[in-house]
């Protein structure tokens, strides 16, 4: 069965770190890009980061960076988010994807494969 399961998340204060990770069952995410999304309440959901295959290509929105950090372990197959100095508007819940592209995409309609989400919670 080809899914993605994402993981890590959970409540932090700010300031805190987490890491999040998108692990792959039944498929390689090294022949995809993957993109982190996030989707916060009563808000669309937006690109947080993603990586092309072989990472040649690397995106953060300006939101995130220098906080937040995406990474390849392929011979874990799986893809993660190291999110430091958090904040509480990095409160949602945080997605990954794939997509077919060779190069990093901010198209999220390129995006196929979803996870069910991991809830990021930063509070005091």
């Known amino acids: 069965q080809v899914q993605l399961v994402e993981s890590g998340g959970g409540l932090v204060q700010p300031g805190g770190s987490l890491r999040l990770s998108c692990t792959a069952n039944g498929f390689t995410l090294e022949d995809y890009s993957i993109g982190w999304f996030r989707q916060a309440p009563g808000k669309e959901r937006e690109q947080v980061s993603c990586?092309?295959?072989?990472?040649?290509?690397?995106y953060y929105a300006d939101s995130v960076k220098g906080r937040f950090s995406i990474s390849r372990d392929n011979g874990k197959n799986t893809v993660s988010l190291q999110m430091n100095s958090l904040k509480p508007e990095d409160t949602a819940v945080y997605y990954c994807?794939?997509?077919?592209?060779?190069?990093?995409?901010?198209?999220?309609?390129?995006?196929?494969?979803w996870g069910q989400g991991t809830q990021v919670t930063v509070s005091s």
């Open positions: 990586i092309g295959r072989g990472d040649g290509t690397i």
């Open positions: 994807a794939t997509a077919g592209q060779f190069y990093c995409s901010i198209f999220e309609s390129l995006y196929h494969n």
